[in-house]
């Protein structure tokens, strides 16, 4: 069975300042993606940025990039130049290659200072 | 660009009852996932439909079931209601494959067992 570990249950950041956010992961499975999804208190799941277990590259999509380390089963989230409406919880989520249905982590809630 | 949709958006109800909540996913997609998030916690996969055949199931109780229905829409039906049943349920859609690319969430169905 999967699992997906965020320990930090809250974090906060003032704004425009760069937070991270961890997440690691046990599995033995080879191909899967990892994905952070947001949040915020309108209770919307939002997916934010996705990763997959066989690109090396990590990825980025804005202000939103990952630092994926296969051996270390770590995928975390740094969030640059954080802005107001980056406030949620956000979770860390696995899925193995075409199982469909993803595991999530415990979340952690981000709270963006004016 | 049309998005899941569910319904109702909230719902109350008494111990022993029974509710219907309903998803209808993003034109063209024919995988519905439900997930069942209660308060301050993760989401906790439930079911899966794959061209209205069930294609997965997790931690979803006895007193639920749910079915796929021609054009695709899903219903999750609750029977005997418990107050431990009080969550937000959220339907995601997706293409066969198109999961690996992370969900589009409906914004979430809010029961409320009293």
């Known amino acids: 069975a999967q699992t997906v570990t965020q320990s930090q249950p809250e974090m906060s950041v003032q704004e425009a300042e760069t937070v991270t956010l961890s997440c690691t992961y046990d599995t033995s499975e080879s191909n899967y993606y990892l994905f952070w999804y947001k949040q915020p208190p309108s209770r919307q799941m939002i997916l934010v940025i996705r990763q997959e277990a066989y690109k090396q590259q990590n990825a980025t999509e804005n202000r939103f990039s990952v630092n994926f380390q296969k051996a270390a089963k770590s995928f975390s989230l740094k969030i640059s130049d954080s802005q107001l409406g980056d406030t949620a919880m956000y979770f860390c989520a696995f899925m193995i290659l075409n199982a469909g249905k993803s595991t999530f982590g415990d979340g952690t809630t981000l709270t963006v200072k004016p | 660009a049309a998005g899941v949709i569910q319904s109702p958006r909230h719902l109350i109800k008494e111990k022993r009852e029974t509710a219907t909540l309903k998803c209808y996913p993003i034109?063209?997609?024919?995988?519905v996932y439900w997930y069942q998030q209660g308060p301050g916690q993760d989401p906790q996969f439930l079911i899966s439909?794959?061209?209205?055949?069930?294609?997965d199931k997790g931690s979803i109780p006895d007193r639920f079931s749910a079915q796929q229905f021609s054009d695709y829409h899903s219903e999750l039906n609750m029977s005997s209601l418990e107050l431990g049943d009080s969550a937000l349920y959220f339907c995601a859609s997706s293409s066969r494959d198109g999961a690996n690319y992370g969900y589009t969430f409906g914004s979430g169905t809010r029961l409320t067992v009293v």
């Open positions: 034109p063209r997609h024919d995988t």
């Open positions: 439909f794959y061209e209205k055949m069930q294609s």
